[in-house]
């Protein structure tokens, strides 16, 4: 007794079909996350944006940092825009903060940044991984050029 | 093969060769039907004597008549769009004439069948069909739907590069001799959204595979099932190409197959007589055919299928050639214009292939001892391959030489696949549990094609580019193959097919092998509104300065235009590229030639912005030695000096120019025996000024005019100093910035330099063996000729 075999196979196919089916949707609903990863095994991510450069209407605004660095003596509109500017804060702490390991508080410490705008910070860092300068601040919201500048001697980037 | 066995592959051929030749023959048709009825005449008294050799030359000739006569395009209708004069902005209205295709999500394309032109208040009936692309958000709009919308309409324009595709010519074969583009936001839905039913199954079985799979696969699955490819990311579709196995997601004879052979098995399991399941399944080919729409794949495989079936209901014998044969003619018949595209012409060329060379190619592998189970697949992978090859290398260049391998184990995958499949669609229609768990199913066997497919275009050398063949290597080639199964016969075809293989590798391997004569070439190619300069060095040195636009958001140059153009040349390997800054018209089209081409040296004026993401990372990835120049530095390539002219480096990297990026540009100057060559890029009348000031060398004979002959630019005090004989203006046709502007291109004429411009002379190229300059109209094929020998007086 029993069935005939070509319609053993087909049935045991069938029931294998259903098996893996059941199995594979069970597996879905309950790792979504990995379903998702594991379907976009062969897509590219975008890469990291370049930041914005800003338009250059005015003149660029140089860092005090900067400028006491820089060797050659700047031409005179420069200069003025330099002596236009707010002395920065007093720093809390005189050594560096490495923005790469520094956590949230730390770095809401620093002149000018509040903890949300810190959180902000910590968010960046996590989506790029690791900043490979304090350039790349440039462009979080709240992060203009003028207290990223003032932020420059303040912060380093570790490894 | 013997002629009776397959009668109409003689006159398919002669047909087609008919259709080929028309568009250089210009005599009108009235008397093109006079040769063919005193053809006609003669035939009919060469028969009428018994002479049939001759008879059937005469009917021969009498098709190939007839193929001229069907391809030659009817005139225009009175009320033709193309015929209608009307002014730069138009409001249209019509029908669409297929879902509308979305590139991205700002971009749509549309093909739209015109009935109404709105001039002022009052409407004009007017015909024929434009393809149109939106820009914005497009509201969903289908097939069948009568929309209304503002367009900017003009002939379509093709970029006048050596071996470029002639898109307008692409483009006059689907019937549309208009292109338009406009905003999304102007198009109104005149009508409701009601498709016919085809459209609206094919819709219902994208949205329910979308439901019940991840985006990829769903995407994956639609290409196998109903040919739609647009869902599949480029990646991903790239890695199908280097695979080789592209063609599992058009349909094709292979759906049209498993479809027939599914209601065969299933209604022969139930006991359904033979004849009722051969009509049956014959409507269920229709259907399908229907629904995945119109291409040549698959109405070549409906015409087959329908015939075997035909011939299964007679109980008569099939001869595959001779169906293949009788599509041919049928879909020649219906649009001629065809037979110029890639998808018809591959689409025969695999199936004549296969029917033609995999049996005696199935026989002969089983004489090497190899098993049945692998010689046959083998022989259909061998026997395709070998006839699309000059296809595939005449339209793209592409050589996939995993794909022979890839096939064997991609192709019984995507078979359960698609039977699976339609499976779970046609569950999807009763129960949707039912359908998920047929889905859900299904999901590891597509992960698993995809990871088959993602392995083998990752194999090095898993796709190689060549030049496209030249004819006679094709004829050569098609010789071979046609007499490879007699090979054992006789002596005479033995020579044949060696003295024709011979020939097409000759001819294939010559441009390599072939002396450099000697001289120095530069190629402005046409990019639109950009700049794209290959420089070639006699000692085979090559330079390509920018690479036009190109990104998600246009038509990417790099791809379309620099790929191709590069591709056909023999060496597939770039010395330097140049970037002179980083605007999406100079670096958009770098990315394709990063990622396909192999490049020693990036040069850069070391600024990215926006946008420029994907050509920065494709820098990074191709393993280019990276400089970033400055002023005063001197680069030897070849026997050419390159001088460094800007930027002068006094200027941060890492803050933003004072004056614009444009300013920043790199600018090169070469010099090559008594040839000398200015790239500004896209300097502008500031980066002019302190060229001057610094008394930098601009003096030179040939000048790349300054930002596509920008008003800003190419100021007369620099024009002075650089006393150009010849300019060259890289500038797209009907610009919307206006380049080049009358005062550029008075000034120039001033200066009393000769213009060239991409817009209107296509590619222009200068060539020079340092004696004498030729410039050479891509676009008219014009040639002028300098003198540069000083002592002959220019």
């Excluded at chain 1, 450069?53 to 003025?80: G, I, Q």
């Excluded at chain 1, 304090?134 to 932020?151: E, M, S, T, V």
């Excluded at chain 2, 033979?274 to 399908?288: C, E, I, M």
């Excluded at chain 2, 070639?536 to 790099?558: A, F, I, S």
Aim: net charge neutral; charged share 20%.
């Amino acid at each position: 007794m029993g069935y005939p075999r070509p319609q053993l196979t087909l049935l045991l196919l069938l029931a294998a079909i259903a098996l893996t089916g059941l199995g594979v949707r069970e597996w879905r609903a309950g790792f979504p996350v990995a379903a998702e990863r594991l379907d976009r095994f062969d897509r590219e991510d975008p890469p990291p944006p370049i930041p914005p450069v800003p338009r250059p209407r005015a003149l660029p605004r140089w860092s005090p940092a900067r400028v006491e660095a820089a060797a050659p003596p700047r031409p005179a509109p420069r200069e003025r825009a330099r002596e236009a500017k707010p002395a920065a804060p007093a720093p809390a702490d005189p050594r560096p903060l490495d923005l790469n390991h520094a956590s949230v508080e730390q770095i809401a410490r620093l002149p000018g940044v509040g903890p949300s705008l810190a959180r902000r910070i910590v968010d960046e860092r996590e989506r790029v991984g690791r900043f490979d300068s304090p350039d790349r601040l440039r462009g979080i919201l709240g992060l203009g050029p003028k207290k990223l500048a003032a932020l420059r001697e303040h912060v380093t980037v570790g490894e | 093969m013997r002629w009776l066995e397959a009668p109409l592959v003689p006159l398919a051929g002669a047909t087609a060769l008919g259709i080929a030749t028309s568009a250089w023959i210009a005599t009108p048709a009235w008397s093109l039907l006079c040769a063919g009825a005193l053809a006609l005449g003669l035939t009919s008294l060469a028969l009428a004597l018994g002479a049939t050799r001759l008879a059937t030359a005469g009917l021969l000739l009498l098709a190939v008549l007839l193929g001229v006569v069907r391809a030659i395009s009817d005139p225009l209708p009175a009320d033709h769009i193309a015929r209608v004069a009307f002014g730069p902005r138009v409001s249209v209205e019509g029908r669409l004439a297929e879902e509308p295709v979305r590139w991205s999500a700002d971009r749509t394309r549309l093909l739209i069948d015109l009935d109404g032109l709105r001039d002022g208040l009052d409407l004009r009936t007017v015909s024929g069909r434009i393809q149109v692309t939106l820009y914005g958000e497009t509201p969903p709009v289908g097939e069948g739907q009568r929309v209304a919308l503002d367009l900017k309409l003009s002939p379509p324009r093709a970029f006048k590069n050596p071996g470029a595709f002639d898109y307008p010519a692409f483009l006059r074969r689907e019937g549309i001799l208009l292109v338009g583009s406009g905003r999304a936001d102007s198009l109104v839905a005149l009508t409701a959204d009601d498709p016919p039913w085809p459209v609206w199954v094919k819709r219902w079985a994208v949205s329910t595979t979308a439901g019940h799979l991840p985006a990829t696969s769903a995407a994956l699955l639609g290409g196998l099932l109903l040919g739609e490819k647009t869902g599949l990311p480029p990646e991903a579709s790239e890695a199908f190409r280097r695979a080789g196995v592209y063609h599992i997601l058009a349909v094709s004879g292979f759906n049209v197959a498993l479809l027939a052979s599914s209601v065969f098995f299933v209604l022969s399991t139930l006991g359904v007589p033979r004849r009722v399941t051969a009509v049956v399944a014959g409507a269920a080919l229709v259907g399908f055919a229907l629904v995945v729409g119109g291409q040549a794949s698959v109405l070549r495989a409906t015409v087959m299928g329908l015939l075997l079936l035909g011939a299964l209901l007679l109980d008569r014998e099939s001869q595959l050639m001779n169906a293949l044969a009788l599509a041919v003619l049928l879909l020649l018949a219906w649009r001629p214009g065809d037979l110029g595209e890639p998808g018809f012409q591959l689409s025969f060329a695999a199936t004549a292939g296969i029917i033609h060379l995999a049996p005696p190619l199935t026989s002969w592998l089983i004489g090497k001892r190899w098993p049945g189970w692998l010689a046959a697949p083998m022989a259909v992978s061998l026997g395709a391959q070998a006839a699309v090859t000059p296809v595939m290398l005449v339209h793209f260049n592409q050589l996939s030489l995993i794909g022979i391998v890839a096939n064997l184990v991609v192709v019984p995958m995507a078979a359960v696949g698609t039977t699976l499949g339609m499976l779970a669609l046609l569950t999807a229609a009763v129960s949707a549990w039912a359908a998920d768990v047929l889905f859900q199913a299904l999901w590891p066997l597509l992960l698993a094609l995809r990871a088959a497919v993602w392995v083998a275009a990752r194999v090095p050398g898993a796709m190689v580019h060549l030049p496209a063949p030249s004819w006679a290597a094709i004829a050569a080639w098609c010789v071979a193959l046609a007499l490879l199964p007699y090979l054992g016969s006789r002596r005479w075809i033995r020579a044949t097919v060696m003295v024709s293989l011979a020939l097409v590798l000759g001819l294939s391997i010559w441009p390599w092998v072939a002396p450099d004569n000697g001289r120095l070439r530069v190629t402005f190619l046409d990019v639109g509104q950009g700049d794209a300069i290959l420089v070639e060095l006699p000692e085979g040195q090559r330079l390509l300065v920018d690479g036009g636009p190109g990104g998600n958001q246009r038509l990417d140059v790099g791809e379309r235009v620099l790929a191709p153009f590069l591709w056909n040349r023999p060496t597939q390997r770039l010395d330097v590229v140049a970037l002179t800054h980083p605007d999406s018209d100079h670096s958009g089209g770098l990315r394709a030639v990063l990622t396909r081409f192999g490049v020693r040296e990036f040069w850069e004026n070391g600024r990215w912005i926006t946008g420029t993401e994907e050509t920065l990372r494709a820098v990074e990835r191709s393993g280019a030695c990276r400089r970033t120049l400055v002023a005063g530095q001197r680069l030897w390539l070849g026997s050419a000096l390159l001088t460094v002219l800007n930027p002068d480096g006094s200027r941060p990297l890492d803050d933003p120019p004072p004056e614009g990026q444009n300013e920043e540009s790199l600018v090169l100057r070469l010099d090559w025996r008594g040839f000398s060559l200015l790239l500004t890029g896209d300097l502008g009348g500031p980066g002019e000024e302190r060229l001057l000031a610094d008394h930098a060398p601009v003096r030179a004979l040939a000048l790349k005019v300054g930002h596509h002959g920008s008003r800003y630019s190419s100021t007369g005090a620099f024009l002075d100093a650089v006393e150009p004989a010849v300019a060259i203006i890289s500038v797209g046709a009907r610009n919307s910035f206006g380049h080049p502007t009358p005062e550029v291109l008075g000034r120039l004429e001033a200066a009393g330099a000769r213009i060239y411009r991409t817009d209107r002379d296509g590619a222009v190229i200068l060539e020079t063996d340092g004696i004498t300059l030729s410039i050479t109209r891509w676009a008219s094929g014009t040639v002028e000729r300098l003198d540069l020998d000083p002592e002959r007086g220019a």
